[in-house]
C-alpha cells in the first residue's frame, strides 16, 4: 500500500513568509509526529497527534510553529513568519496507534524547506 | 532529558569489511531501542529495534544488542556491501506513545 507522502518535496521562501507543509499518513494509522532534521544535526520530534486526543505540542519551537490534523487523516504544519534558522528538513511519520514505545514508526520523504 | 550519542562520521570502509557503529543512550528509565536507516534519494526507514535488555534485533545482517550495563546499542554488520551506503540513525523511544529521540546520524560509504 501507499507509504506516508509529504508536500512539496522542496519549498524556498522569503524570511518572513509564511508556509504550510503537508502530510498524507498511512491509511489506518491513526498516530502522526514531525520531526525536523536541521543540517548536520539529529531529528528533532515536534509534535503529535493519536486520533482525536489534544496534540503534544511538547517540541515546538516556538510559537510560530502551529500544526493540525483533521480527524485521522491529513495534518498541515505551519511556520509563520519565518526565520532563517527554520531551514531544515521537516519529516512527518505514522504508526498504527501511537500505544507503545516499540511501535515502529514509518516516515515520509520529507519536505525540505530553504528560507533566505 | 533522554539524549543518545552515536559515533561520528562519515565512515567508509571497503566492501566485505566488518561494521561497527557506536551508539549509546541516556535514559531516566528502560526505553525502547531502535536502528533507523536513510538510503540516497529514500525516506528513514526502520532497520531493527529491540525492546527489553538483552534482546538481539537484527535484519538484512544487521544486529544489535541493547545492552543495559553500557547503555549501548552498536550496530554491526560483518560484512558490508555498496548497496549499506546510507545515513544511520539511533534512536529511543520511551514515553507511552513513541516520541522519538535520535542520534545525530552516521553517514557510511562503501566502495567496491
Known amino acids: 500500500g501507499a507509504g506516508v507522502s509529504q508536500s512539496p518535496s522542496n519549498k524556498v521562501t522569503e524570511k518572513g513568509k509564511d508556509v504550510e507543509l503537508r502530510c498524507d499518513p498511512i491509511s489506518g494509522h491513526t498516530a502522526l509526529y514531525w520531526y525536523r532534521q536541521r543540517l548536520g544535526q539529529g531529528l528533532e520530534f515536534l509534535i503529535y497527534?493519536?486520533?482525536?486526543?489534544?496534540?503534544?505540542k511538547s517540541g515546538l519551537p516556538s510559537d510560530r510553529f502551529s500544526a493540525e490534523r483533521t480527524g485521522e487523516s491529513v495534518s498541515t504544519l505551519t511556520i509563520q513568519r519565518t526565520q532563517q534558522e527554520d531551514s531544515a528538513v521537516y519529516l512527518c511519520a505514522s504508526s498504527l496507534d501511537g500505544g507503545g514505545s516499540e511501535e515502529t514508526q514509518y516516515f515520509g520523504p520529507g519536505t525540505r524547506l530553504l528560507v533566505l | 532529558g533522554d539524549s543518545v550519542t552515536q559515533m561520528e562520521g562519515p565512515v567508509t570502509l571497503s566492501e566485505e569489511a566488518f561494521l561497527t557503529i557506536n551508539c549509546t543512550y541516556t535514559?531516566?528509565?528502560?526505553?525502547?531501542l531502535f536502528w533507523y536507516v536513510q538510503y540516497p534519494g529514500e525516506g528513514l526507514q526502520l532497520l531493527l529495534k529491540?525492546?527489553?535488555?538483552?534482546d538481539k534485533g537484527s535484519n538484512k545482517g544487521f544486529e544489535a544488542t541493547y545492552r543495559k550495563e553500557t547503555t549501548s546499542f552498536h550496530l554491526e554488520k560483518g560484512s558490508v556491501q555498496v548497496s549499506d551506503s546510507a545515513v544511520y540513525f539511533c534512536a529511543l523511544s520511551y514515553t507511552s506513545y513513541g516520541k522519538l529521540t535520535f542520534g545525530q546520524g552516521t553517514i557510511l560509504t562503501v566502495h567496491p
Open positions: 535514559a531516566t528509565g528502560y526505553p525502547s
Open positions: 529491540a525492546t527489553k535488555a538483552d
Open positions: 497527534f493519536q486520533g482525536n486526543s489534544a496534540p503534544d
